[in-house]
């Protein structure tokens, strides 16, 4: 079992920063990829960034590539989504995931083996 426990959300007014943490605990030696993943009101859960546990290989979805950065600290069996630029239309519950298995793509959600409980952002305009 892995546990999962995200931390940083909060409110921010457009043009801000946020840093959302998301600390593994459990059997984080099974983990491959760790994710983050966002749902909006009365939208699906869409992909945001993703990185291997391992190996240097980072993903990002069009919407926050080149305004976010996915980074791990494997000491502390963390990851964090650095989001900068934010825009009213990131406001999300954000949530980390993680799969014990790597493909080639892992930008979707049924590929994740566990979540967490989520962390809410808003963006203000």
């Known amino acids: 079992q892995v546990q999962l426990v995200e931390s940083g959300g909060g409110l921010v007014q457009a043009g801000g920063s946020l840093r959302l943490s998301c600390a593994a605990s459990?059997?984080?030696?099974?983990?491959?990829?760790m994710g983050w993943f966002r749902q909006a009101p009365g939208k699906e859960r869409e992909f945001v960034a993703a990185?291997?546990?391992?190996?240097?290989?980072?993903y990002y979805a069009d919407s926050v590539k080149g305004r976010s950065t996915i980074s791990r600290d494997n000491a502390k069996n963390t990851v964090y989504l650095q989001m900068n630029s934010l825009k009213p239309e990131d406001t999300a519950v954000y949530y980390c995931?993680?799969?014990?298995?790597?493909?080639?793509?892992?930008?979707?959600?049924?590929?994740?083996?566990?979540w967490g409980q989520g962390t809410q952002v808003t963006v203000s305009s």
């Open positions: 990185i291997r546990w391992s190996y240097s290989n980072t």
């Open positions: 459990g059997r984080t030696f099974s983990i491959d990829t």
């Open positions: 995931a993680a799969s014990l298995y790597y493909r080639a793509y892992m930008g979707s959600a049924s590929l994740y083996d566990y």
